[in-house]
T-cell receptor, first 115, second 112 residues
Framework: DTGVSQDPRHKITKRGQNVTFRCDPISEHNRLYWYRQTLGQGPEFLTYFQNEAQLEKSRLLSDRFSAERPKGSFSTLEIQRTEQGDSAMYLC?????????????FGSGTRLTVV | EDKVVQSPLSLVVHEGDTVTLNCSYEVTNFRSLLWYKQEKKAPTFLFMLTSSGIEKKSGRLSSILDKKELFSILNITATQTGDSAVYLCAAVAGGSQGNLIFGKGTKLSVKP
């Protein structure tokens, strides 16, 4: 296991289309986070899973966004009816409960461009 | 509302210079502060600071936390072009499940 993997690395989509991103965390990590990062900003928290349970959602996560982690391993983030304002880097991170913040590891992100 | 503010937002220096990056925070039930380096992709972990006044060092990088004044600094000595990156500061609040509150970052450019 070489770290947190995200797929795809880049996605260009037309406004109104649906997109889905995937995150594969470090295998022994039971916590998984999604963040969004726009140009010139730090990452902003979207949602968090502990195992398969989605325990927290930011107000940034509108009803067009949905995230799942069906078996407590990989996670998907879907955006429906994309808008230009959704263009951003979507970062996934995982950590180990009890491992503290030092175990927090980010993936390389999926860069979404909505045209 | 919890917030983290970094300054400066951007900085241009020459190789060999020493830089100090600032991070102030207002976070409910503050637990810890982290520094990350981001070079166009994944933020990579630098330091975690929990206690006031204890300097963390890694090579030419060092960082310290002041919980009374609610800030942290990241120092880089003898800068190299490879230090060019965005440096992110993030805080963890008590009661959260580990999600990080990030500042906007400081973009450091080191010229040869």
């Amino acid at each position: 296991d070489t770290g947190v993997s995200q797929d795809p690395r880049h996605k260009i989509t037309k406004r109104g289309q649906n997109v889905t991103f995937r995150c594969d965390p470090i295998s022994e990590h039971n916590r998984l986070y999604w963040y969004r990062q726009t140009l010139g900003q730090g990452p902003e928290f979207l949602t968090y899973f502990q195992n398969e349970a989605q325990l927290e959602k930011s107000r940034l996560l509108s009803d067009r966004f949905s995230a799942e982690r069906p078996k407590g391993s990989f996670s998907t983030l879907e955006i429906q009816r994309t808008e230009q304002g959704d263009s951003a880097m979507y970062l996934c991170a995982s950590s180990l409960l009890g491992g503290g913040n030092m175990s927090y590891t980010f993936g390389s992100g999926t860069r979404l461009t909505v045209v | 509302e919890d917030k983290v503010v970094q300054s400066p937002l951007s900085l241009v220096v020459h190789e060999g210079d020493t830089v100090t990056l600032n991070c102030s925070y207002e976070v409910t039930n503050f637990r810890s502060l982290l520094w990350y380096k981001q070079e166009k992709k994944a933020p990579t972990f630098l330091f975690m600071l929990t206690s006031s006044g204890i300097e963390k060092k890694s090579g030419r990088l060092s960082s310290i936390l002041d919980k009374k004044e609610l800030f942290s600094i990241l120092n880089i000595t003898a800068t190299q072009t490879g230090d060019s990156a965005v440096y992110l500061c993030a805080a963890v609040a008590g009661g959260s499940q580990g999600n990080l509150i990030f500042g906007k970052g400081t973009k450091l450019s080191v010229k040869p």
